[in-house]
């Protein structure tokens, strides 16, 4: 079963998310476009609620949050129902822990999907993503590492993100007025 999210990511600076945004849209398949919100209920980000222009969304993942690969889960639900959704996790005693907005491409390259996020307050991210099966993770990790370095991108350290994204938790209120 492919249910593996195996991801690489880099934090990326104006000048390199308008250069890999020109590079894909020459070399890959432009998938979409879109703005989305997403609530995080745990601060492993394993609990999610994501809103989009055309859908919304339960997202689960096993692992803690910038892991290199976590089973992951979709079930998309009504969007009148997105305030229901909100409800019924604060009932479980799951109340938002993070919010995050930004603006998201897609395109599909080289068997992988590339993200570039613009998130207001965290800043501009480029990410390399593929849905796998637990025996393919490890080749799609070292294939996504291999695509970075064509691209003359270096992956962020897991130290780094996560310290990044700890100053976000403490501060995310503010950064997205």
């Known amino acids: 079963m492919n249910n593996i999210e195996v991801e690489v990511r880099a934090l990326i600076s104006k000048i390199e998310f308008n250069r890999l945004k020109k590079f894909f849209y020459e070399n890959g398949k432009f998938l979409n ?3 989305d919100a997403t609530l995080y209920f745990d601060k492993d980000g394993r609990i999610r609620l994501r809103k989009e222009k055309d859908r919304t969304y339960f997202v689960c993942k096993s692992g ?18 997105y305030l229901s959704a909100q409800k019924l996790l604060k009932m479980l005693d799951k109340p938002v822990e993070v919010k995050w907005q930004r603006e998201r491409f897609v395109w599909l390259f080289q ?4 993200y570039l996020d613009n998130t207001k307050g965290y800043g501009m991210i480029f990410e390399l993503e593929a849905i ?7 080749d799609a990790y070292q294939k996504m590492l ?3 370095h064509e691209l ?3 992956p962020t350290p897991k130290e780094k993100i996560q310290k ?14």
Do not use: C
């Open 33 to 35: 476009h879109h703005k």
């Open 64 to 81: 803690k949050i910038h892991d290199k690969h976590r089973e992951e889960m979709e079930i998309e639900i009504k969007k009148s129902d």
């Open 111 to 114: 068997g992988v999907k590339a």
């Open 132 to 138: 796998t099966s637990p025996k393919n993770q490890d």
């Open 146 to 148: 291999k695509v970075f």
């Open 152 to 154: 003359d991108i270096k």
């Open 164 to 177: 990044h994204y700890q100053q976000y938790l403490k501060n995310w209120k503010k950064l997205i007025k």
